[in-house]
T-cell receptor
Framework: GQQVMQIPQYQHVQEGEDFTTYCNSS?????IQWYKQRPGGHPVFLIQ?????EVKKQKRLTFQFGEAKKNSSLHITATQTTDVGTYFC????????????FGTGTRLTVIP | EADIYQTPRYLVIGTGKKITLECSQT?????MYWYQQDPGMELHLIHY???????EKGDLSSESTVSRIRTEHFPLTLESARPSHTSQYLC????????????FGSGTRLTVV
């Protein structure tokens, strides 16, 4: 079945350091979405990538969709304590489907 | 303000009880979803709906049912709660192909004793 793996599972960084999480799908994805979940909270939508090789930026966050549309990455520059949380990637469960299959998540801890 | 609401926020219930978790959204979204999430883990799709009177099973749909009689309301029912059902249940809605992603509710943290 479909698998969406994220690495690393956990990441501890000093405040100000950069952080990257990688998302790898066993199947080609029509699009990929990223979500952030704060401790004790619910996932919040960050962005959707659709095109092969697409790169999008949101302030200190940079999202990239791989050329083969099977992998993606999220890079945070100069982390802040407000970046703490778990970052999930998600892709359609089947081609053309609107329901999502979520990745395993990367839990980010930022040490002040 | 357009939003998605889940009740109750927390629930402790005995084994064998029937429970219904409520989810309502005011955004007029056709598509709604239920996910189960254990602490710190990934989300697993339980059920989804693409509109009124349309429901489909996800990956963890056994032992639960849903209904979609009104666009804004998508309740989840566990017929007989078991300790293995202890988890967080997240409801979400979306417009589908508009690239806006899911909007999640605050979740229901269920404990079955």
């Amino acid at each position: 079945g479909q698998q969406v793996m994220q690495i690393p599972q956990y990441q501890h960084v000093q405040e100000g350091e950069d952080f990257t999480t990688y998302c790898n799908s066993s199947t080609t994805l029509s699009n990929i979405q990223w979500y952030k979940q704060r401790p004790g909270g619910h996932p919040v939508f960050l962005i959707q990538l659709v095109k092969s090789g697409e790169v999008k930026k949101q302030k200190r966050l940079t999202f990239q969709f791989g050329e083969a549309k099977k992998n993606s990455s999220l890079h945070i520059t100069a982390t802040q304590t407000t970046d703490v949380g778990t970052y999930f990637c998600a892709g359609p469960r089947r081609a053309g489907a609107n329901n999502l299959f979520f990745g395993t998540g990367t839990r980010l801890t930022v040490i002040p | 303000e357009a939003d998605i609401y889940q009740t109750p926020r927390y629930l402790v219930i005995g084994t064998g009880k029937k429970i219904t978790l409520e989810c309502s959204q005011t955004m007029g979204h056709d598509k709604m979803y239920w996910y189960q999430q254990d602490p710190g883990m990934e989300l697993h799709l339980i059920h989804y709906s693409y509109g009124v009177n349309s429901t489909e099973k996800g990956d963890l749909s056994s032992e639960s049912t849903v209904s979609r009689i009104r666009t804004e309301h998508f309740p989840l029912t566990l017929e007989s709660a078991r300790p293995s059902h202890t988890s967080q249940y997240l409801c979400a809605s979306s417009e589908g192909d508009r690239g806006q992603g899911y909007t999640f509710g605050s979740g229901t943290r269920l404990t079955v004793v």
